[in-house]
Structure formats: structure tokens, C-alpha cells
């Protein structure tokens, strides 16, 4: 009786490590390998996001790795990404552009298919015009386009981008929408084709224009925010022109729909480092963003209320699906 209380008792200890080692598998730390990050645009939004995801790798102590899955505002991006299983090891450096892409029809889903993990910055789109207008305001802009039999040629970036949807917000505001046509520059730079006159005018984010701005051959006229932008302190906003217009760009991380909460304020916890980081502030008086974290929750509700605000301006605007 003895031995065999004996073995049974050295089988229970065998199977009790055996369970502890398991659970101890089950429930690794987040994270074990390298997290991808989907970056849907280019321009500002990738140049962010390859800083962000370096800081990030530093703070998660390992890589984070940006892969471009660019095109159809943002609609090829969010597409793998809400495709991959929701374990944190896939995100998206996401935007405005999930409630945009929802409402234009790109995507079968909205912003409920993802965990809002944080807002990363903030971007104040910016309108610029070649010098050789001579126009200073959007007085200017609105008196030329309303007496000229001329349609004025706009720059954007697709059809339902955030920066058509901007241009067509600002322009309808100005009373000149049914002069506008928009033409997609696709991977050109918006400070070029301006520069050789295949567009009249074009919305992008203030840092593409700072340098052509201080040499004399770009000139912007406004900025759609509710504030200026450090990058281009005399620039007055649409709304210190009397154009109610007031639309900037949240950009920020977003994992699949049920993504532990563990690992989502894990991640959180990585972007607000680095946004805390010298570094990150430094390159934002660079290139010209606002560092703007914000945790899950409040980024959630951000997104929530955008959608309705997006989703009624396109119907106003004759844009949405």
C-alpha cells in the first residue's frame, strides 16, 4: 500500500508541474515575437509611423514592423488587417480614413471591427496654391473661381480620400463647389504638380509645403483646423476667414475586434511612451504634427463620434454610399 501511494502521489506532483508549465505557455507575456503594423498612406502618415514603430520596439522590448499596405483610402489596409486573428500581433496605424472608408462604400465594415488601442497626433490639412495666382486668402480664391468661366483643377489624393473629402467640405463652404474638378495625382507630390500647373490647388499636410512656402513658389492659403499650425504660424484657419469649415486628422493604432484588453493597454503603453519620447516631439516640430496621445477608451469614443460627423458630411456632400 505503501508503494503505491508512493507512485501515486509522484504521479500527481509529475501531472501538477506538467499543468503548471502549461498554464505558464498559455499565458506568455505579451509579446513573444514581432508585432506587424499595417501603414496605410504614405507621405506624413508613413514617415510617423516608421518613427512610431521604432520607439514602440523599444518600449515592447521587441520589433515592431511597419509593412505599406496602401491604396483605396486606406481600404487594402484596414481589409488584411480586420482579416488576421485578434491576438495583438497585427495592427493598423489607422485614421480618419475608417470612418471615410466605411461611409464611401470601400470597405464592407466600420470602425466596430477594430479595438481602438490609442491616438497617436493629430494633422491640420493645409491649402496651397501656386505663388503665381497672386492669391493671399480664400477671398482671393472664391472671388477668381466665381468670375472666371474657368473650372479650377483640385489635387487629391483618390476619390473619397480624406483630402477630396477636405477639399470638398472647404470649397462647398466657400460657395464655389460647382467650380471645382478633382483630379487624383496619385503617387505625385502635390508641391510638383502644383508647381507645373497640372492643378490649380491642393490640400495635403503642411509639412509638404513648408519648404516651397519659404522659397516663394508655393503660397497656402488656410489651414481647416480649429487652430493654426506651429509649422506655418501666419496662416489663418478657414474659420478666421468666415469659412466654417473645422476638420483635422487623428491618426493612431487599432487591432482587431477582441483583442485582450492586456494586450491592447500593452500596446497603448508603448505608443504613449514613445510619444513621451524626445524624440518623437522633436520630429513633430519637424515635419509638422501634434503629438496627441490618447488611451483606448477616449480614442473609442473619439472614433464613434467621427463616424457620425464623417458619415453626415459625406451625405451632404453627395459622397456617400
Do not use: C
Request: aromatic share 8%; charged share 20%; no cysteine.
Amino acid at each position: 500500500m505503501k508503494f503505491t501511494y508512493r507512485i501515486r502521489g509522484a504521479v500527481t506532483a509529475i501531472a501538477a508541474v506538467a499543468l503548471v508549465a502549461l498554464g505558464g505557455a498559455a499565458k506568455a507575456e505579451f509579446p513573444e515575437k514581432p508585432v506587424e503594423m499595417t501603414v496605410l498612406f504614405g507621405g506624413t502618415a508613413n514617415t510617423i509611423a516608421q518613427l512610431l514603430s521604432e520607439l514602440m520596439s523599444d518600449a515592447l522590448g521587441q520589433p515592431v514592423v511597419p509593412v505599406s499596405r496602401t491604396g483605396g483610402g486606406g481600404a487594402v489596409g484596414y481589409s488584411h488587417v480586420v482579416g488576421t486573428a485578434p491576438d495583438g500581433y497585427n495592427i493598423v496605424w489607422n485614421s480618419n480614413s475608417i470612418n471615410t472608408a466605411r461611409h464611401t462604400g470601400h470597405v464592407p465594415f466600420d470602425y466596430s471591427a477594430f479595438a481602438p488601442i490609442a491616438r497617436v497626433s493629430i494633422e491640420i490639412p493645409a491649402l496651397a496654391v501656386n505663388a503665381s495666382t497672386g492669391w493671399t486668402s480664400l477671398a482671393d480664391m472664391a472671388e477668381a473661381a466665381k468670375s472666371s468661366d474657368k473650372i479650377l483643377r483640385v489635387g487629391i489624393s483618390g476619390k473619397g480620400s480624406f483630402t477630396h473629402l477636405t477639399s470638398a467640405a472647404l470649397f462647398d463652404a466657400m460657395g464655389i463647389g460647382d467650380k471645382v474638378a478633382y483630379i487624383s495625382y496619385g503617387k505625385g507630390k502635390a508641391p510638383v504638380e502644383l508647381l507645373a500647373g497640372r492643378i490649380d490647388a491642393a490640400i495635403q499636410w503642411p509639412g509638404q509645403f513648408k519648404s516651397y512656402v519659404e522659397a516663394g513658389d508655393l503660397t497656402v492659403l488656410a489651414v481647416t483646423g480649429d487652430e493654426r499650425v506651429a509649422i506655418l504660424p501666419d496662416v489663418p484657419t478657414a474659420m478666421e476667414q468666415d469659412v466654417d469649415v473645422n476638420i483635422s486628422m487623428w491618426r493612431g493604432l487599432a487591432a482587431p475586434a477582441g483583442t485582450p484588453e492586456d494586450v491592447v493597454a500593452k500596446l497603448a503603453a508603448a505608443a504613449e511612451e514613445a510619444v513621451d519620447s524626445e524624440e518623437f516631439q522633436k520630429a513633430a516640430g519637424n515635419i509638422g504634427f501634434s503629438p496627441a496621445y490618447q488611451g483606448s477608451e477616449e480614442f473609442g469614443k473619439l472614433i464613434a463620434k467621427d463616424d457620425k460627423f464623417y458619415g453626415d458630411l459625406l451625405k451632404k456632400l453627395g459622397m456617400a454610399m
